[in-house]
């Protein structure tokens, strides 16, 4: 009865995909993994929703093939000599209901994030873009008005830094730093900014045309007022939320889809078919998936994974590359640092932060006999023998997160004596709902870069960062990251690298993360399909210069 109801679902889900295609063939029909969490710029925390933002509105600068920082609504700007003070010269734009775009619209959605001191706000402090006086109003109640933005004139924005940020330009094409126009935000109704296509206003290539916040599906059309219309080739994108893979499959080959993702477990399948693998692509998605663990009182065990030679002794139980060969299949990597590998380069080297994959082997890799040490340390410093942990999941996070964590269950539990791991599913949101409140023992998680940084990562375990769902503390690693950010490292880049690897060193040997894999995407495109642009940070795909041949 079980299979007979999925097929039912399955059958009802296709039809609704194949009829939402129909008479559109000038629409691009892509895949969304999971739903689209929020189109609030300043609440939008998934990649998800970062996609479709992006789609719609330009920042002060946008992403070019390769990833680096581009003019979008700034034509140009000038830095000063000491690096702290941005002057961007905007470019003649409007809004979708034709009001022009203008330095203000800067000013009041830079504000209006610190005010409300979003997750995603710390991107202003000095961990990441330090802007000026962010940390004061953050942290410490000052008022948003002294944030170092200004309107100097319509045309005219002026941003001042605490200290330098040498890739503060890239950080103008995350949608955080997106603008929002005044006028139009407070004309609506409390709390219902970007929750229909009425409430949200766009500037960029294209505008939203159909979405209802919960549902599996939204269009956007390309925007006629866009100041670069006439580079959009699109006529629109029809986004629909597919959960299984199976499905995606399907929808593609009944065309219902141009763009899907497919899981690891059919892309041998995929490969054996000419047709199919002529469609298959294989980019870095850049996230790194890892187990987070609480390290509070009030949680696993009244807080037994505050101890490192537990969290050391679970790490070093987990076959990563047992997990990618056998289970993820898509072309991802194992990992065995807290950076992952293959998206942050040394400016003066050219070299892979996370290159040497071996850094860290004594303390995170499949070493069942070691594993087997740090427990016997463990057991002795905590005076006890058996542990149960609750690791969550998110069940609408991909076919192999509920695989991978069975697998890890199981190595764990076979490699460590005594120690017994309770699985729980649940959505995504609530599974970042527990986190944030600390409501969880481990976590099978996942972090993307924002930016070409290895900061986008080791800024995440300061005391007290919005992200430290660990709640790890440690006074010489919050040293190592304002030396970096604020001290003595911020003008001499080998030094910085130097600190950073060091801090990395830290979070490795007290195992405050298990790194697993950085994944790949496993995607299949139409023919016909070119222009997507895929990206391992920040904005994963990119359809500015796609079309449809």
């Excluded at 309107?151 to 929002?180: N, R």
Aim: charged content about 20%.
């Amino acid at each position: 009865m079980r299979k007979l109801l999925a097929m039912v679902v399955a059958l009802v889900m296709l039809c609704s995909v194949t009829s939402f295609a129909a008479g559109e063939e000038t629409y691009l029909g892509v895949m969304l993994l999971t739903n689209v969490m929020s189109l609030d710029t300043h609440l939008a925390t998934d990649g998800e929703s970062f996609e479709v933002i992006a789609d719609c509105i330009d920042g002060l600068t946008q992403m070019d093939a390769e990833g680096a920082a581009i003019p979008a609504l700034a034509e140009s700007w000038d830095i000063s000599e000491d690096g702290t003070v941005y002057t961007f010269h905007l470019r003649d734009a409007v809004w979708s209901n034709g009001t022009p775009v203008t330095a203000a619209d800067f000013v009041f959605a830079w504000r209006r994030i610190v005010t409300l001191n979003g997750e995603y706000a710390y991107m202003f402090d000095t961990s990441v873009g330090c802007v000026k006086n962010a940390d004061s109003i953050l942290y410490d109640g000052a008022d948003p008005a002294t944030l170092g933005v200004t309107a100097i004139d319509d045309k005219t924005l002026q941003v001042e830094l605490e200290v330098p940020v040498s890739f503060f330009p890239s950080l103008m094409y995350f949608p955080t730093f997106y603008p929002i126009n005044e006028a139009f935000y407070t004309s609506l109704e409390e709390g219902s900014y970007g929750t229909s296509p009425e409430t949200f206003l766009s500037n960029g290539a294209f505008v939203l045309e159909e979405y209802n916040p919960g549902t599996a599906s939204l269009k956007v059309k390309k925007n006629d007022l866009y100041y670069a219309a006439d580079s959009i080739k699109l006529a629109g994108i029809r986004y629909q939320v597919v959960g299984s893979s199976d499905n995606a499959l399907t929808a593609y080959k009944t065309g219902a889809l141009d763009v899907v993702s497919v899981s690891g477990s059919q892309v041998a399948a995929v490969k054996k078919d000419a047709e199919l693998s002529a469609s298959l692509k294989v980019t870095g998605a850049g996230y790194l998936w890892y187990l987070s663990f609480s390290q509070t009182e009030k949680n696993a065990q009244g807080g037994m994974l505050a101890n490192a030679n537990l969290r050391l002794a679970i790490s070093n139980a987990i076959d990563r590359e047992a997990l990618v060969e056998d289970y993820v299949l898509d072309g991802s990597l194992d990992t065995y640092t807290a950076v992952p590998p293959q998206f942050a380069a040394s400016a003066t080297t050219g070299e892979d932060f996370s290159a040497d994959q071996d850094r860290f082997a004594d303390y995170c890799g499949y070493d069942p006999d070691k594993a087997l040490e740090y427990f016997e340390a463990a057991c002795e410093e905590l005076g006890v023998t058996t542990f149960t942990f609750t690791m969550i999941y998110g069940s609408n996070e991909g076919d192999e997160v509920a695989k991978v964590a069975q697998v890890i269950k199981a190595q764990i539990e076979e490699v460590l004596p005594g120690v017994t791991i309770n699985l729980q599913s649940m959505l995504k949101a609530e599974r970042l709902d527990k986190m944030q409140n600390d409501n969880y023992d481990i976590a099978l998680t996942r972090w993307g870069p924002d930016y070409a940084d290895p900061m986008t990562y080791l800024g995440m375990w300061i005391t007290n960062n919005a992200n430290n769902y660990g709640f790890w503390s440690n006074a010489e690693y919050d040293q190592l990251i304002r030396d970096c950010t604020t001290g003595a490292y911020i003008t001499d880049y080998d030094a910085r690298w130097e600190a950073l690897l060091a801090a990395e060193t830290l979070v490795m040997q007290e195992a405050v993360i298990a790194p697993l894999y950085t994944k790949a995407s496993a995607n299949l495109i139409a023919a016909g399909v070119t222009g997507i642009e895929f990206h391992p940070v920040a904005l994963n795909r990119v359809y500015k210069n796609a079309e449809i041949k």
